[in-house]
T-cell receptor, first 115, second 112 residues
C-alpha cells in the first residue's frame, strides 16, 4: 500500500540550531513530494515540493528538503531555527499516475523551537 | 486561505442530524477536496471533485456525500451525523498541472 511515514511525533530544537523533520515514503515509481505547515487554528500552507531535477529543493521561510531516492526519504531542513517555526508539519506524496492530483499525507510532526 | 472560505467555522450538532459544510473558492481551480483531520491520522481524504458534477470517493467516504454544482462551491453532507464524525474538516483546491493544494481555514464539527 502507498504510504507516507513521519517517524517523529514531536521534534524539539533550540532557537538558532539546525532542524530536521523526517519523512519516508512507500510509493512505486517516481512520486511527487511535498511539505506543508499548519499553524494553530489555520489550514495547511504549502512549503515546497519536489517534482524532478535537483534533489535539494528550497521553499518558503528558509526551509529546504532533500530528496533521497535510494532511502525513499524527503527530510525537511532549516539551517537556523526560529521560534516562529513552531508548528505542525506534514509530509505528503502524490503517487505517479494518480488521478485528480490526489495526495497522501503523513500523520504530522509537531516542531517546537525553544528560545 | 484568502481565496478559500469554509462555512460554518464551528458547529455543534446532535447524533442523527444531517449536516452540510460549504467550501467556496474564488481561485477558479478545477480540483476540490474534502479532508478530515484527526490526531494521529494526519489528513484523510473524504471525497474529491475534478469538475462540476464530477466527484469521487476518497479513503474515508462512508457516511458522507458531496455535491459540486458550480466551479466555486463544494458541499460536504453528513447524512446522519455520528460521534465518530467529530473532527476538523478542511477543504482544499488544486490547479491542473501544479500538484500542490491550497487549504481553507477549516470547520470544527462536534457531534454530541
Amino acid at each position: 500500500a502507498q504510504s507516507v511515514a513521519q517517524p517523529e511525533d514531536q521534534v524539539n530544537v533550540a532557537e538558532g540550531n539546525p532542524l530536521t523533520v523526517k519523512c519516508t515514503y512507500s510509493v512505486s515509481g517516481n512520486p511527487y513530494l511535498f511539505w506543508y505547515v499548519q499553524y494553530p487554528n489555520r489550514g495547511l500552507q504549502f512549503l515546497l515540493k519536489y517534482i524532478t531535477g535537483d534533489n535539494l529543493v528550497k521553499g518558503s521561510y528558509g526551509f529546504e528538503a532533500e530528496f533521497n531516492k535510494s532511502q525513499t526519504s524527503f527530510h525537511l531542513k532549516k539551517p537556523s531555527a526560529l521560534v516562529s517555526d513552531s508548528a505542525l508539519y506534514f509530509c505528503a506524496v502524490r503517487p505517479p499516475y494518480s488521478s485528480a492530483s490526489k495526495i497522501i499525507f503523513g500523520s504530522g510532526t509537531r516542531l517546537s523551537i525553544r528560545p | 486561505d484568502a481565496g478559500i472560505t469554509q462555512s460554518p467555522r464551528h458547529k455543534v450538532t446532535e447524533t442523527g442530524t444531517p449536516v452540510t459544510l460549504r467550501c467556496h473558492q474564488t481561485e477558479n481551480h478545477r480540483y476540490m477536496y474534502w479532508y478530515r483531520q484527526d490526531p494521529g491520522h494526519g489528513l484523510r481524504l473524504i471525497h474529491y471533485s475534478y469538475g462540476v458534477k464530477d466527484t469521487d470517493k476518497g479513503e474515508v467516504s462512508d457516511g458522507y456525500s458531496v455535491s459540486r454544482s458550480k466551479t466555486e462551491d463544494f458541499l460536504l453532507t453528513l447524512e446522519s451525523a455520528t460521534s465518530s464524525q467529530t473532527s476538523v474538516y478542511f477543504c482544499a483546491t488544486g490547479e491542473e498541472g501544479s500538484y500542490e493544494q491550497y487549504f481553507g481555514p477549516g470547520t470544527r464539527l462536534t457531534v454530541t
